[in-house]
């Protein structure tokens, strides 16, 4: 029967479920994928999150199907080994991640009003989670597997919750400038306080993101890859003349870049 599931094209979840189990079967299974455990499939299930968000940003709609079954895969994976281990089921993850949507949207499942912005509607789910999370500290559950700038955003966000937040942006640009300050002075000291300073500068730089409805994460990959399409527009004019960057000066390379920057403009 599970041969028959394995080799069904249209098997669903069923299908891949049991591929999962046959794979990790001590006796026939993959010997890789036996050796395997949580903390060494957790950088893939990141890998494979960022590679997801990839696809989306790129609009690479026929490329999104394959990611996302990748990106299934690994939650297959974390609940075949959970469920070896008697921690819990695939079964028990759907359910739970089911009544945790029903619980958080009673405007939809229950007897509250749709009538809500959604501004409204986020605070209503910020509250519910943090009646999920009971007496615990205010930047308690904040993933430490993040991005550095996301993670940085979601503490501010519950800071901001509490009160512990500037009202307006000025304060915030005139901490960037203090902070900017720092840095410049510890990097007279030592490696290791210039790295913190620097540290700060991020985190109040993520602050004014936040303020002015700004996605950090977003606007960095955003930037990344303006650098990656220019340097390639640069390395092609470049070829165009016979030689490349590493025998070209900075001068060169930098009327380049703003050429680059004409030509993106139109």
Known sequence: MSDALIRDPEG????LLEIMRRLRDPETGCPWDIEQDFA??????IEEAYEVADAIEREAWGELKGELGDLLLQTVYHTQMAEEAGLFSFAEVADAISDKMVARHPHVFGAESREKTAEEQTRDWEAQKARERGSVGTLDGVALGLPALLRALKLQKRLARVGFDWGTTGPVLDKIVEEVHELEEARATSADATEAE???????????ARHWGVDPEA????TNAKVERRFAWIEARLAERGTTPSDSTLEEMDALWDAAKAAERG
């Open 40 to 45: 060494s499939i957790a950088p893939y299930t």
């Open 198 to 208: 620097f540290g700060d500068l991020l985190f109040v730089l993520v602050n004014l």
């Open 219 to 222: 606007a960095l990959r955003r």
């Open 12 to 15: 669903g979840m069923p299908r």
